[in-house]
């Protein structure tokens, strides 16, 4: 099956760093990303959805300026949290939508392992 | 609009006996239907998925689930309980819209919980 990678798998931060985390599908193309937030014992919750070579749209409530998407390539998706602070320690997990351009709803999303990000 | 509802948040059964994890879901469209499974600190992994093909879906680890329009329910279900299959599991709704935009929705998850 597809494979989604992410790096760093864990990072512990001290408070007003920035931290990237990468997002990379490994043996398909895939036009569009997800990111995702979940906290413990917690569902996952859609912080924004990526597309290859257009701007992230961001759900309601997540600070575009804090959380930095950028989709350079096909195959590649990274999470930029600005400025961190303890209360954005969390897990981050990203997603990747195989198929064809323009993609469809059906295709299904392969999920990376996560990145656990603690922020001291 | 779509939306999920799992019903139990925590499910506990002897290993061996059979499993069942309750879904409910609303859709305004044909949906894609999931079902994820999430060991501790780790990702997802797809179980199986229905995209309106036979509404009765084998997944890996013998997994299965019915997609039953009449009462938008698509329960997971397993014959006998292994201890493996201890984890969080997440069921999960797609609109079948032919749009990039379209965006999938989580269930809260049920924690399965696995007895010798």
């Known amino acids: 099956g597809a494979v989604v990678s992410q790096h760093p798998s864990r990072v512990i931060c001290k408070s007003g760093t920035s931290v990237k985390i990468e997002c990379r599908s490994l043996?398909?193309?895939?036009?569009?990303m997800f990111w995702y937030r979940q906290f413990p014992k917690q569902s996952l919750m859609l912080m924004a959805t990526?597309?290859?070579?257009?701007?992230?749209?961001?759900e309601q409530g997540v600070e575009k300026d804090k959380f930095l998407i950028n989709h350079a390539s096909l195959t590649l998706s990274t999470l930029t949290v600005t400025s961190a602070h303890p209360e954005d320690s969390s897990f981050y997990i990203c997603?990747?939508?195989?198929?064809?351009?323009?993609?469809?709803?059906?295709?299904?999303?392969?999920f990376g392992p996560g990145t656990r990000l603690t922020v001291l | 609009a779509q939306s999920v509802t799992q019903l139990d948040s925590h499910v506990s059964v002897s290993e061996g006996t059979p499993v069942l994890l309750r879904c409910n879901y609303s859709s305004s469209y044909s949906p894609s239907l999931f079902w994820y499974v999430q060991h501790p600190n780790k990702g997802l992994q797809l179980l199986l998925k229905y995209t309106s093909a036979a509404t009765l879906v084998k997944g890996i680890n013998g997994f299965e689930a019915e997609f039953k329009k009449s009462e938008t329910s698509f329960h997971l279900t397993k014959p006998s309980a292994h201890m493996s299959d201890a984890a969080e599991y997440f069921c999960v709704v797609s609109d079948r819209g032919y749009s990039s935009a379209s965006k999938i929705i989580f269930g809260s998850g049920t924690r399965l919980s696995i007895r010798p």
């Open positions: 990526s597309n290859e070579g257009s701007k992230a749209t961001y």
């Open positions: 997603s990747a939508r195989s198929g064809t351009s323009g993609g469809s709803s059906t295709d299904t999303q392969y």
């Open positions: 043996d398909f193309q895939a036009t569009t």
